[in-house]
């Protein structure tokens, strides 16, 4: 990182600042929906004949993958390696 130092307006800060919590706002929502999904998705594990659809979506995915571990399953993001 290189250090510095910028002048810009305070209404620009402020938007930034705006942004910077609705940014925030939106990341916890997708986490807790990616939480609620690998619920559902463990759910469904349970079921009988899943395995063939889990790999037809990771075969179609390009950003992600879902990973069965027994009876849970997890989300993994192909760009950053992450599970959810």
Excluded: P, W
């Amino acid at each position: 990182m290189v250090k510095g130092s910028v002048s810009i307006s305070l209404e620009d800060y402020h938007t930034f600042l705006e942004q910077a919590i609705h940014f925030k706002e939106k990341e916890e929502m997708l986490l807790q929906a990616a939480k609620e999904m690998q619920v559902f998705l463990s759910f469904l594990c349970t079921r009988e004949n899943i395995e063939k659809y889990v790999d037809e979506f990771n075969k179609q995915s390009k950003t992600s993958r879902i990973l069965i571990e027994g009876s849970y399953a997890k989300i993994e993001l192909k760009n950053k390696k992450d599970i959810i």
